[in-house]
Structures are given as structure tokens and as C-alpha cells.
């Protein structure tokens, strides 16, 4: 869900932020934040219609360079993830998307 919407502005990011720790990634930590308060903010309805519809070429392609930089990154991935899995995974699991 959150690659919808957030990833072609994280890949943007991530390459202006440094390696190592959680206060290396102000940058990334606003950009968890805009994610965080998207899902709290967005209905039931919303991110069903959201997961339904088809991704364009393009948002596909800068979605994959994100993913690749998350995994390159142990560090930088285990503090996004941090920041987004509960709310999202809370969301989801309100919203029936999680059995």
C-alpha cells in the first residue's frame, strides 16, 4: 500500500540521506511520518480503491530502485519499517484487508 502512494518520493530522498543510525535519517523519518499519517487519515474505502487500481509503468519503476535501496540499506530499512508497519498493519487489519 505504502509503495502506492509514497515510494517514488522515498527513492528521491534516500539519496540524500547518510548510512547509520536512526538520527541519520531526518529524512526519512518525515517521509514515515507522511506515510503513518496517510494511512490513519485515508477511509477503508480509499486504500481498497487504491490497491485495485493499476500502477503506471513508471511509478512501477521508481517503486523497484526504492525497494533496492531499502535492501541495500539493513539499517535504513529496519528504521523505515519501524516507523510504518504497526500503523499500517492496524489500518489494514480495521479495514478487513488482513484475514
Do not use: W
Not at 487519515?41 to 526504492?66: H, N, W
Not at 525497494?67 to 519499517?81: A, G, H, N, S, V
Request: proline share 7%; aromatic share 6%; net charge positive.
Amino acid at each position: 500500500m505504502t509503495r502506492n502512494s509514497y515510494l517514488p518520493a522515498l527513492v528521491t530522498l534516500l539519496f540524500h540521506v547518510g548510512a547509520a543510525g536512526a538520527q541519520q535519517y531526518p529524512i526519512m523519518d518525515k517521509l514515515a511520518d507522511k506515510v503513518v499519517q496517510k494511512y490513519q487519515s485515508s477511509s477503508c474505502q480509499d486504500l481498497i480503491a487504491k490497491k485495485s487500481q493499476p500502477k503506471p509503468a513508471k511509478k512501477e519503476m521508481v517503486e523497484e530502485r526504492a525497494m533496492e535501496m531499502l535492501r541495500k540499506d539493513p539499517q535504513m530499512r529496519t528504521e523505515f519499517l519501524n516507523r510504518v508497519a504497526g500503523p499500517i498493519a492496524n489500518k489494514m487489519f480495521e479495514c478487513g484487508m488482513i484475514p
